[in-house]
């Protein structure tokens, strides 16, 4: 029962000073609860009618309608007064006022968590479900591919046997006939041999030298116009080289890179190994893009024909076999070439691309037309008996530099074929040899490891082993070494079947 002042005096009850208080204070909390119904947090007061109001609530009000919610009189916030009241404490509900209620409370808690937990149990049950289902997809899918790609690479070689054992078209067997050629062969019918049983040679005809004469004269004018790049390498930076990279390349049974040569406008780098393949690599991606098989032997050398995607490689089964690319990548046999009574040690092609070189262990070498395949002549040296590891032709190609197997370097004038100059200081034989791209400096490689020549002062101005202490001397030895473009880098193959690629780091040269 509420105590108000009429109600006291219409029952003529005695005021009393608490009996006021606790009637005003109803009145308040009256007020107060008459809008939200919710004890206030910030009280304010009006002046006009005594009322207490929420003041977010009160402040609302006015702003839309100007006049008090109770009495209806107009109201302003100048009308109403903040009132500081001590913290209301908010009554616990009924349920937490016994401990049966708290238990229900409780148990309505663990329900719904019990609830929560079995939906996500069902949840990870489908997920492990669908997980499991498109792992099992997965792995069929995979098995499908591995399946397809051995079919495809089964496809491929069977391809590339058939292809080589194909015969050659009309129009190529015409040709051959009329150089009395067969795969670089002669018929045995056409042989002409001179004494001794050797075949004569048709020798290097006056067109031919000409045409070498204007390749020298033309090549040296451009060298001797053109202004030395700036990213061609310096004597200091080649004396700073150091190894960058090492890729093991050809098969694990039968390790050992024999030769390599370098692609300079693409940046490919193919190497002949002891496993009887030619392999093509991309330095720049890292990846090996063809291999070439055929050879009953190992190859010992590999050159690039900087045109019609002809490809030169030698080996120690005495032949030669000159390979055409394709537009799919492949490389199939256009000629091979049986001149040789040795092993075949070297190949190098002529800065015309329309002749090339092959030195062997029978003491010679021979020259040949790329386009026939036909042997214009064969070098023998009667100073000595070595027979010939590495050869190479000078960038203006009048020079021919060959290694021999007791460890000289010999330089020949290619339009007399006579030997003109010699360069010892290796051990063991000289089994790869490279001019750099001016044409200044040499780089030879033996079994002690690689030395860099200055052709101008014919000098040896640096030595260096591309392998550590620790690597045996029987798996490890350089076999090759070739000037990348600029002379920016060298490819150094060895014995171990590492391509090891030498540079200052942080040139561009380096692998990523």
């Not at 009000?61 to 007064?81: A, S």
């Not at 690479?153 to 058939?162: F, G």
């Not at 021919?400 to 007399?416: C, M, N, P, Q, R």
Request: net charge neutral.
């Amino acid at each position: 029962m509420v105590f108000t002042p009429e109600s006291c005096r219409s029952r003529k009850i005695r005021r009393d000073p608490a009996t006021e208080a606790v009637t005003a204070r109803s009145g308040e909390l009256y007020g107060m609860r008459s809008v939200s119904g919710e004890v206030p947090e910030q009280p304010v007061v009006s002046k006009k009618s005594g009322l207490l109001f929420e003041k977010r609530l009160i402040e609302r009000h006015i702003g839309d309608y100007g006049k008090c919610p109770l009495t209806g009189e107009p109201l302003t916030m100048d009308d109403v007064v903040p009132v500081k009241i001590g913290k209301v404490v908010k009554p616990r509900p009924v349920q937490a006022a016994s401990i049966p209620g708290m238990l229900g409370m409780f148990q309505i808690e663990w329900d719904g968590l019990m609830l929560s937990n079995f939906a996500l149990e069902q949840q990870l049950h489908t997920a492990r479900q669908e997980l499991s289902h498109a792992l099992y997809q997965h792995d069929a899918a995979c098995r499908v591919i591995a399946r397809l790609k051995k079919e495809r690479d089964e496809a491929r070689s069977l391809l590339a046997q058939s292809e080589r054992q194909i015969p050659m078209t009309a129009s190529t067997v015409a040709a051959a006939n009329a150089s009395a050629l067969s795969n670089g062969k002669r018929a045995a019918e056409d042989e002409e041999l001179g004494s001794g049983g050797k075949r004569i040679r048709p020798g290097i005809s006056a067109d031919t030298i000409t045409e070498l004469t204007d390749c020298n004269a033309t090549l040296s004018q451009q060298r001797k116009k053109r202004q030395i790049p700036p990213t061609l390498a310096s004597v200091d930076d080649l004396e700073r080289y150091t190894q960058l990279s090492s890729h093991p390349l050809h098969k694990t049974n039968k390790p050992g890179i024999l030769s390599a040569d370098i692609y300079s406008s693409k940046d490919i780098i193919a190497t002949g190994g002891v496993d009887t393949n030619a392999v093509l690599f991309d330095r720049t991606s890292g990846q090996i893009l063809s291999t070439l098989s055929g050879h009953t032997k190992k190859v010992t050398s590999v050159r690039f024909v900087a045109r019609d995607e002809l490809f030169v490689t030698g080996s120690a089964d005495k032949t030669v076999r000159i390979w055409q690319g394709s537009e799919n990548g492949n490389y199939n046999c256009r000629h091979i070439l049986k001149d040789h009574t040795a092993e075949v040690q070297a190949v190098t092609v002529h800065a015309t691309n329309n002749y090339f070189v092959t030195a062997s262990l029978d003491n010679s070498w021979c020259f040949y037309d790329l386009s026939s395949g036909l042997c214009l002549t064969q070098v023998g040296d009667a100073s000595g008996s070595e027979g010939y590891t590495s050869a190479a032709f000078h960038p203006d190609g009048l020079i021919l530099g060959t290694g021999t197997s007791e460890a000289l370097v010999k330089i020949w004038d290619v339009k007399s074929q006579s030997n003109v100059a010699r360069f010892d200081g290796h051990i063991g034989a000289v089994t790869a040899i490279s001019f750099s791209e001016n044409g200044y400096f040499l780089a030879t490689a033996a079994h002690d490891g690689v030395k860099l020549w200055d052709l101008r002062k014919l000098r040896n101005f640096r030595t260096f082993t591309p392998y550590d202490s620790n690597t045996p001397t029987n798996s490890g030895k350089a076999t090759c070494v070739n000037f990348g473009p600029d002379a920016k880098y060298l490819a150094v193959g060895s014995m171990d079947r590492n391509l090891r690629i030498f540079g200052l780091p942080g040139d561009g040269s380096e692998e990523s």
